[in-house]
């Protein structure tokens, strides 16, 4: 019994494995319906599982299988055309096996899934072929050579063997020189130790048959033995491509003996050739039968390792890189040429052994990409849009914890690429764009991470609504939106809170929004990103790690200690000099004007609570980007970039949250790997401050950095008013000419809107200085709405936290306090924009912004 | 009779032991890095053949000024729960047998965070030896820092 267990779950993994190359060529089939390869493949999938389900005697899967084959056969012999509708049942029949399979492995018998609808949709669509027109007779003739050609699909492989017997018709001296190139292919070693002899001198009858005329790169056609230079070559004895043609239906087998017979007598043109110029085959074949020919087996190509091992294998490469790093410096500082080649030749041999082991942990992206062509296609269908889905790039590899990490945001972006980013049929045509969308998927390696992009051709993202979104959300007020490049405003889709649950559903059903997205993406220390442009589409950009484990990284000293910086958050270093670049304060908040806009600073020393000097020049700036906020950090000096083996740290100290880990430098001391992010975060950088950082822009933008302790001070008369930071948006000077009277009060315009104003003097029963052109204005916003609060002048930022008197209590004044040695009131804010504009809280009744006093 | 063995180290002129099932090793290392914003009691962290070991500061756990890590410094590395710590002692001492005998819980009269650190006082000729909670002692959130 623990035999046939054994058998099941063998069956079981295999078949997994089949259904999901089964959906994705299902899908490329409704593409490609003439592809006799598709067909034939998906044909022998069913036909290995209905095999294995009747030895294993579960009936059912028997009986799906044994329909959908029917059904394929008809395909695969031409005698019905492959229709969207052929298509989808033959997904439903893919589903109901699927279903079936995870009984099976979960309880190991069938259960009462029922097949008989699946089986009965099976039949209608082979009754509807049946009654549909005969197929073109092209097609059937292709199918009666095909029947000759190919009996039975499990008996492929026999031919394969007889043709690895007979390359009879291949002269003795073409086999030679092919036997001497084949132990030239060194890009695959391996695959070339592990050929048989016999696929070798098969070789030789591939120059033979070369490739199509038109479609391979002219060197390819000119090179001495193009097949046997092609990478893919050596996985399995390649047929020849008259042989494949001739099982296709798509060459007679005398034509084929011709052909060569003119080879032999000196012909050079390749098989493929000869056979098109004669007239004696269609482009198309060829095509598919060089594709063939490409195929490789991956049953004798690879084997399945434990993941633990190369976990563990993982782990010693990381401690051998370490004692290299270590020895190379050691030996760096002596003077034995010996040794410095030995340790040479260490180096080279540890990098090509690490990047070995990190191969084995690879595997390319198309291992999640596979499922989305189902995806796009059910999705598409659903919402009733059309959409073609191109990848690029399918093998780029990566690691394999973090594929399963990018799954599930990947998977969200395309569904929402189709759901929101590509339009309808009609609004396309209506745009003058072709009905079809296209989704692209698109991987690529880039400077030590994978960017992995999704492209569609959509109608891009609404930068106006986005806005509007975030302002009704209350992710961002009006006051911001309108000082937020489109770009930013784009950014705010990743914020949390700005999907709705409805949304949610709609979108991705899975309940993962943007913000998910970007959290998981930044979870395994990558990014995210959006570009779009109105009605041309919308590029969402994942940039991932290559690996966990090893990540490239800046070194960088502070107050004597090394800390390491993971190099994807550092977008560029600064030497701050002192004179052409040099740290500014607005208030007391150091800042950086990095082209033109204005960076906020954070001393690495004072965010770790070092006692650093402090200084202004000789000192760098490391330029960072976390959670979508670019900062500057003041190292001391920056030491160098070099690749460094993650280690956790101890969980006593994952509360601190500065750290991503800690690594062992190239001269054993450890060193901590800060997290960029945490340190953002920390440094009060987040999205919320860091959006009204920004949105004030000016001096005060900075500041705003400690802003719950911090307080605007300005002088109404001769009386002093603090205003919490927190609840400042902007400082604004308006010329006094531009004050205007509407009823009983004062505004101006502003931004295309109508700011009330109040005089805070007014308010105060103080003597207002009216002596100026202009007068300054403290712009306060919340929720869209803006008041202005106008006051004699600015004095100062201040950080104290002074004690209040509460006592003291005036109309219109939350307390008071000595800031400065000088007695300053503090504004009850609530009650000066209400002065302002009666209206302001009319629909928010929350008194959160009113000062503590 | 039963007896146990205590490795034994020296903290501020006071002997000190833990069972010695306990102790991975016993080195002397004198890289430390620091961890800023960590509990006081984190002395560094460093390199063991590789692994980051974390250096548990006894002395502040004691209630006392912490250790200068400018020189080498004595290491008793522990085995704990998922990986070593290692506790900053000022000597190594002997490894020692002892009678269950010998064993008197802390005297009343010992308060502050050394009693929370001690199990029993061991009666050694001529001096006493404190036997030390492991999982205290490593503790480095123990202080409410």
């Known amino acids: 019994m623990d035999d046939l267990g054994d058998i099941i779950q063998e069956f079981l993994v295999e078949s997994h494995e089949n259904l999901d190359q089964l959906d994705r060529d299902l899908v490329s089939l409704e593409q490609e319906t003439q592809s006799r390869d598709l067909v034939s493949r998906i044909f022998r999938t069913i036909h290995t599982i209905k095999g294995t389900s009747g030895f294993l005697a579960f009936t059912n899967l028997e009986a799906v299988t044994h329909a959908g084959e029917s059904l394929l056969a008809r395909l695969r012999d031409g005698t019905q055309p492959v229709t969207a509708d052929t298509i989808s049942t033959l997904l439903a029949m893919v589903d109901c096996v699927r279903a079936l399979l995870s009984t099976i492995e979960e309880t190991s018998t069938e259960g009462d899934i029922s097949i008989d609808s699946v089986v009965a949709m099976v039949n209608r669509q082979m009754e509807q072929g049946e009654a549909a027109a005969a197929a073109p007779e092209a097609a059937t003739e292709a199918a009666a050579a095909e029947a000759v050609a190919e009996p039975a699909p499990t008996e492929v492989t026999v031919e394969v063997t007889v043709a690895a017997e007979t390359p009879a018709e291949v002269p003795a001296a073409e086999a030679a020189p092919a036997r001497k190139r084949a132990p030239a292919k060194k890009r695959a070693p391996r695959k070339a130790a592990t050929a048989e002899p016999e696929p070798v001198s098969l070789d030789a009858s591939a120059p033979a048959a070369g490739p199509a005329p038109a479609k391979p790169p002219a060197a390819e056609l000119d090179a001495p033995a193009p097949a046997a230079a092609e990478p893919a070559a050596g996985y399995e004895a390649r047929r020849p491509v008259g042989e494949l043609l001739v099982e296709q239906g798509a060459a007679q087998q005398s034509d084929v003996a011709t052909a060569l017979q003119r080879q032999i007598e000196g012909d050079e043109r390749h098989l493929g050739t000869i056979l098109l110029e004669e007239g004696k085959t269609n482009p198309a074949a060829v095509n598919d039968a060089l594709q063939a020919q490409n195929k490789r087996s991956i049953a004798d190509s690879a084997i399945r390792v434990d993941v633990d091992l190369l976990d563990a294998l993982m782990n010693l490469v990381g401690e051998l890189v370490l004692v290299r790093n270590q020895l190379m410096r050691s030996s760096s500082e002596s003077r034995d040429p010996a040794l410095s080649r030995t340790t040479q030749r260490l180096n080279l041999i540890t990098s090509e052994l690490q990047e070995g082991i990190m191969k084995t942990r690879m595997q390319p992206i198309d291992q999640i990409w596979s499922k989305l062509p189902r995806v796009v296609r059910d999705l598409s269908q659903a919402c009733g849009k059309q959409v073609r889905l191109e990848m690029e790039g399918k093998e780029t590899e990566l690691d394999r914890s973090l594929l399963e990490a990018v799954k599930d945001p990947l998977t969200h972006l395309v569904r929402n690429a189709v759901d929101h980013g590509i339009e309808t049929a009609d609004e396309r045509v209506a745009n003058g764009k072709e009905p079809q969308g296209t989704l692209t998927l698109r991987a690529y390696h880039e400077g030590g991470h994978v960017t992995v992009e999704v492209a569609d051709n959509g109608s891009g993202i609404d930068v106006d609504r986005v806005a509007q979104t975030g302002v009704d959300r209350g992710v961002v007020s009006q006051g911001q939106v309108s000082q937020m490049s489109p770009r930013e405003i784009m950014m705010l889709v990743f914020q949390p809170g700005f999907s709705t649950a409805k949304q949610v559903t709609n979108v991705s059903g899975r309940g993962v929004g943007m913000d998910v997205v970007k959290t998981n993406i930044e979870r395994i220390g990558g990014a995210v990103d959006v570009d779009s442009e109105r009605g041309v589409g919308t590029t969402w950009r994942l940039s991932i790690p290559l690996t966990l484990a090893i990540i490239q990284a800046l070194t960088v000293e502070c107050a004597g200690e090394r800390y390491v910086i993971p190099q994807v958050a550092v977008h560029e270093l600064v030497y701050i000099d002192g004179k052409s670049t040099r740290i500014e304060y607005a208030s007391d908040a150091p800042v950086y004007r990095l082209r033109g806009k204005l960076l906020p600073l954070v001393r690495l020393d004072q965010t770790l609570g070092l006692s650093g000097d402090n200084r202004d020049e000789g000192v760098y700036m490391v330029v960072l980007q976390a959670d979508g906020r670019r900062f500057g950090m003041i190292v001391d000096r920056v030491l160098n970039t070099e690749e460094v083996v993650v280690k956790a740290l101890n969980a006593r100290f994952k509360d601190i949250g500065m750290y991503a880990g800690a690594t062992i430098l190239g001269d054993g001391k450890v060193a901590l790997i800060l997290d960029v992010a945490s340190l953002a975060r920390r440094s009060h950088l987040t999205s919320t401050t860091s959006e009204r950082t920004r949105a004030a822009g000016t001096d005060e933008s900075a500041s705003a950095g400690k802003s719950a302790q911090r307080l605007l001070v300005t002088g109404v008369g001769e009386r002093r008013v603090a205003i919490p930071l927190d609840t400042v948006t902007r400082l604004e000077e308006f010329e006094r000419g531009r004050i205007e009277q509407a009823g009983s009060r004062q505004v101006v315009q502003y931004r295309d809107e109508i700011l009330p104003l109040v005089r805070l003097a007014d308010l105060l029963g103080a003597m207002a200085d009216e002596s100026g052109d202009t007068v300054p204005v403290v712009v306060y916003s919340e929720r869209g709405r803006s008041a202005g609060l106008m006051v004699d002048k600015i004095v100062d930022i201040v950080e104290e936290a002074t004690a209040v008197r509460k006592d003291l209590h005036e109309d219109g004044f939350a307390g008071t306090a000595v800031i400065q040695q000088r007695v300053t009131e503090l504004l009850d804010v609530r009650r000066a924009i209400l002065a302002a504009d009666p209206n302001f809280y009319a629909e928010t009744s929350d008194d959160e912004y009113l000062v503590e006093a | ?145």
């Open chain 2, 1 to 145: 009779m039963p007896t146990r063995q205590y490795a034994t180290f020296e903290v501020a002129g006071q002997l000190f032991g833990v069972e010695v099932e306990a102790v991975q090793e016993v080195l002397s290392f004198h890289e430390y890095t620091a961890v800023p914003l960590a509990s006081p009691a984190v002395g560094g962290l460093f390199n063991l053949r590789g692994q980051v070991i974390a250096a548990v500061d006894l002395r502040v756990q004691l209630g006392l000024p912490r250790q200068s890590l400018d020189g080498p410094v004595m290491n008793v590395i522990l085995r704990g729960d998922d990986e070593p710590v290692s506790l900053l002692v000022d000597r190594i001492g002997e490894v020692i047998d002892l009678d269950d005998s010998e064993f008197e819980p802390p005297p009343e009269t010992l308060t502050g965070p050394t009693r929370e650190l001690v199990v029993s006082t061991v009666k050694l000729e001529g001096r006493l030896m404190l036997a030390v909670d492991v999982a205290q002692a490593v503790d480095t959130g123990r202080m409410g820092y």
